[in-house]
């Protein structure tokens, strides 16, 4: 079970744009490229994921050039309002796209080519499940334009990957990093802190082996219990303990130290990169506020403050385009009020920080307060931002309701 859908307004068949959307052909566009295949359901993911003996409607040798044809009919959307422009970053998400035959990825990102242009040098991501690469795969990604891999390590500890339903082998994420690496791809490495069970111990031996593989990039998020995963049923019925906020506290603390001490600088709350090149384009996209197409079932989509969503099973998205009709379920316009919320949501996480003068004078004057608190950098205040320090980070929504409400 997955979450539902936003509300909203239904959005047109033919998925056209409103004709006063003002697009400024400067802002970066960037492609999202859902496949929604996995071989099992980890318990605690709540995406828009199927495996095999769950999907029905869609054969996921077919779902290429289902996906191929959604390409073509946005291509024509952005064309008519004065929207189109060539993708800055590319990123395959799941889901496992590497389910998928690197021929299938190649056919997906050359219609990207074909109906939008890539920038030269643009970054295009594909997310692997450790056991599903092999040096040939990482060689026919590469051979296809693919130039970064993301990695889901999760964790390096046994009895960690099976409380998260992981069944990835632990030695293969060494195997897949290799393959990368002599592929010429980029790496960067998932891992999930919190899970039952996990103790600081066990964390700082994923944190270890993680680094002795030198990725890239590294992004490492607390456990959330998701409404209608499989972890939270097993928390209900007590079966397993709910993660524990200051075991989990502790985990982020020691990550940031760690990483710190190897070389590797955060830039987002919950990621950290070797260098600024080294830092996700693509999620810089969403958290710049950029503007994506996403494409696959339930995949989201946001061009000049226009945001809409793709109805969610792969059965009804290929049904759509298969009636010549857009696979997009409903739209919104947020409000002033809601932009400004996100916008401080999102630049507040980031090391660039918020600049102050752009906050309302009540928020303005909230920011002593937070420096009071050891919540914002005073120097980098000083200067004109709001920059989380490494208790703000842990602290980051509670900063957040100071500076919105």
């Known amino acids: 079970m997955v979450g539902a859908l936003p509300l909203g307004t239904p959005a047109p068949l033919d998925g056209r744009l409103p004709t006063d959307l003002a697009v400024d052909s400067s802002t970066p566009f960037s492609v999202y490229l859902h496949v929604p295949f996995c071989t099992v359901r980890c318990g605690y993911c709540d995406f828009n994921t199927y495996t095999a003996t769950e999907l029905r409607g869609l054969r996921q040798d077919a779902f290429a050039d289902v996906l191929v044809s959604e390409i073509a009919m946005s291509a024509e959307i952005m064309q008519k309002s004065g929207a189109h422009r060539r993708a800055s970053t590319v990123f395959f998400g799941g889901g496992t796209p590497t389910l998928l035959p690197p021929s299938d990825l190649q056919k997906m990102l050359d219609a990207v080519r074909d109906h939008f242009g890539v920038v030269p040098d643009a970054e295009v991501t594909?997310?692997?499940?450790?056991?599903?690469?092999?040096?040939?795969?990482?060689?026919?990604?590469?051979?296809?334009?693919?130039?970064?891999?993301?990695?889901?390590?999760?964790?390096?500890?046994?009895?960690?990957?099976?409380?998260?339903?992981?069944?990835?082998?632990?030695?293969?994420?060494?195997?897949?990093?290799?393959?990368?690496?002599?592929?010429?791809?980029?790496?960067?490495?998932?891992?999930?802190?919190?899970?039952?069970?996990?103790?600081?111990?066990?964390?700082?031996?994923?944190?270890?082996?993680?680094?002795?593989?030198?990725?890239?990039?590294?992004?490492?998020?607390?456990?959330?219990?998701?409404?209608?995963?499989?972890?939270?049923?097993?928390?209900?019925?007590?079966?397993?303990?709910?993660?524990?906020?200051?075991?989990?506290?502790?985990?982020?603390?020691?990550?940031?130290?760690v990483l710190a001490a190897s070389g590797y600088s955060w830039y987002e709350v919950s990621n950290w990169a070797r260098s600024d090149s080294d830092r996700s384009q693509h999620n810089m996209a969403y958290w710049q506020s950029a503007h994506w197409w996403g494409y696959g079932p339930g995949a989201h989509s946001h061009v000049a403050g226009l945001r809409w969503w793709n109805v969610k099973h792969p059965a009804a998205y290929a049904a759509r385009l298969a009636a010549g009709e857009s696979p997009a379920a409903g739209r919104e316009r947020p409000d002033a009020e809601a932009r400004y919320l996100e916008h401080v949501l999102l630049r507040s996480r980031m090391a660039e920080g918020l600049e102050i003068s752009g906050l309302p004078d009540a928020a303005r004057q909230r920011v002593a307060d937070l420096i009071a608190r050891e919540l914002v950098d005073p120097v980098k205040a000083l200067t004109g931002t709001v920059v989380l320090t490494r208790k703000g980070r842990l602290l980051a929504d509670a900063v957040v309701r100071e500076l919105t409400r």
């Open 126 to 257: 594909v997310e692997a499940n450790p056991d599903t690469v092999t040096q040939q795969t990482a060689e026919l990604l590469a051979a296809a334009g693919v130039n970064r891999l993301s990695i889901g390590m999760q964790s390096a500890v046994p009895h960690v990957l099976a409380a998260l339903d992981r069944t990835h082998n632990p030695d293969n994420v060494a195997t897949a990093v290799a393959a990368a690496r002599n592929s010429g791809l980029h790496v960067s490495l998932d891992l999930i802190y919190g899970a039952p069970g996990e103790s600081l111990d066990d964390w700082r031996a994923s944190l270890d082996q993680a680094l002795a593989l030198q990725p890239d990039h590294i992004s490492a998020y607390a456990l959330i219990i998701e409404e209608g995963t499989k972890l939270a049923r097993q928390i209900r019925r007590r079966e397993v303990v709910a993660p524990d906020d200051d075991l989990q506290a502790d985990m982020y603390e020691l990550a940031d130290s």
